[in-house]
């Protein structure tokens, strides 16, 4: 999501910061790419990106794992729900969650997710 959008949905009184914002997260960018650094979101995304791209290795994870136990489903956001989605046929999901407790919304947690993963046999 762009930053204005995420503003703009999120927090429209600092729209008119957008610019000290926007210079702060390249500073931020910058300095992980020269120190080599990689933040939570970094590694999750290359994580799923792994798994996205790769039949093996979504095969290695199936036969490491019959089962994959997520917990608190209600507060993952769309980069967590991409690393599990590419899973579904090589294991069992089970999702717990309450969507009556989702407390990452500011994180983009999305608690329907605790009803897009259920599945009906």
């Known amino acids: 999501m762009s930053l204005t959008k995420a503003l703009l949905r999120d927090h429209e009184d600092y729209i008119a910061v957008k610019p000290q914002i926007a210079r702060i997260m390249k500073d931020y960018e910058q300095k992980k790419l020269d120190c080599c650094y990689l933040d939570f979101d970094d590694i999750l995304s290359l994580v799923a990106q792994r798994l996205s791209d790769s039949p093996k290795v979504r095969e290695w994870v199936g036969r490491q ?3 994959l136990l997520v917990d608190e ?11 599990l989605s590419p899973l579904k046929e090589h294991c069992f999901l089970f999702c717990v969650g309450d969507d009556a ?18 599945k009906t046999e």
């Open 65 to 67: 794992y019959d089962h």
């Open 101 to 118: 407790q989702s407390i990452y919304g500011f994180r983009g947690a999305d608690f329907k997710n605790v009803h897009s993963s259920q």
């Open 73 to 83: 489903m209600q507060d993952t956001n769309p980069l967590q729900w991409s690393l």
